[in-house]
C-alpha cells in the first residue's frame, strides 16, 4: 500500500511539474517584451507565444524559439506557412546588429493572409544559447506598424 501511495505522489508530481512547462513563455529570460496593453497568449511549451493589440485582432507579435538551429528561410517556406499565409515574397533581407552585439537576421516580407488581405511581415531571428529565436510582427499592410511591436523584434537578447 505504501507503495501505491508513492507511486501515486510522484505522478502527480510529475505531472504538477510537467504543466508548469506546458505554458512556458519562450521570452521567459529575454529582454523581449510586447507593447503594453497587447494580450499575450499562453506560452506553449516554452517554444511559442503570441501577442495581440487590444482593439485589432489582425496585428499579431509572436516570438519563436526553435531547440535546433534554423535559418530565416525555414520559416518562409510554403510548407511552414501551410494556409496561414500565401505568396509571400521577402522584400529585405539583412544581417544586422541587435542589442548591442548580438548578430541577428532582419527580414521584411510581404504576403497574404488566409483572410485574403495584403500583410507585411518583419522577422528578427537570433541565435542564443544554442536555439534560434524568431520574433515575427505580422500586419495588414493598411494598419501603420506599431513602434513598440518593431522595437520588440530588435530586443531577442538574453537580460543581462
Given at each position: 500500500m505504501?507503495?501505491?501511495?508513492?507511486?501515486?505522489?510522484?505522478?502527480?508530481?510529475?505531472?504538477t511539474?510537467?504543466?508548469?512547462?506546458?505554458?512556458?513563455s519562450?521570452?521567459?529570460?529575454?529582454?523581449?517584451a510586447?507593447?503594453s496593453?497587447?494580450?499575450?497568449?499562453p506560452?506553449i511549451?516554452?517554444y511559442?507565444?503570441?501577442?495581440?493589440?487590444?482593439?485589432?485582432?489582425r496585428e499579431?507579435?509572436?516570438?519563436?524559439?526553435?531547440?535546433?538551429p534554423?535559418?530565416?528561410?525555414d520559416i518562409?517556406?510554403?510548407?511552414?506557412?501551410?494556409?496561414?499565409?500565401?505568396?509571400?515574397?521577402?522584400?529585405?533581407?539583412?544581417?544586422?546588429k541587435?542589442c548591442?552585439?548580438?548578430?541577428?537576421?532582419?527580414?521584411?516580407?510581404?504576403?497574404?493572409s488566409?483572410?485574403?488581405?495584403?500583410?507585411?511581415?518583419?522577422?528578427?531571428?537570433?541565435?542564443?544559447?544554442?536555439?534560434t529565436y524568431?520574433?515575427?510582427?505580422?500586419?495588414?499592410?493598411?494598419?501603420?506598424?506599431?513602434?513598440?511591436?518593431l522595437?520588440?523584434?530588435?530586443?531577442v537578447?538574453?537580460?543581462?
Amino acid at each position: 500500500m505504501r507503495s501505491r501511495l508513492r507511486v501515486a505522489l510522484v505522478a502527480m508530481l510529475a505531472v504538477t511539474v510537467g504543466a508548469c512547462g506546458l505554458q512556458a513563455s519562450p521570452a521567459d529570460g529575454l529582454r523581449f517584451a510586447a507593447p503594453s496593453g497587447w494580450r499575450a497568449s499562453p506560452g506553449i511549451l516554452g517554444y511559442m507565444q503570441f501577442w495581440r493589440p487590444p482593439s485589432d485582432d489582425r496585428e499579431v507579435l509572436l516570438l519563436f524559439k526553435s531547440p535546433r538551429p534554423m535559418q530565416t528561410n525555414d520559416i518562409f517556406s510554403n510548407s511552414n506557412l501551410q494556409d496561414t499565409m500565401k505568396d509571400v515574397t521577402i522584400v529585405t533581407q539583412q544581417t544586422i546588429k541587435i542589442c548591442g552585439t548580438q548578430p541577428a537576421k532582419y527580414v521584411q516580407a510581404r504576403g497574404s493572409s488566409s483572410q485574403g488581405g495584403p500583410i507585411d511581415i518583419e522577422t528578427v531571428a537570433a541565435m542564443i544559447a544554442g536555439s534560434t529565436y524568431f520574433a515575427v510582427y505580422l500586419r495588414p499592410i493598411a494598419v501603420r506598424p506599431n513602434p513598440i511591436a518593431l522595437a520588440a523584434l530588435r530586443e531577442v537578447c538574453p537580460k543581462p
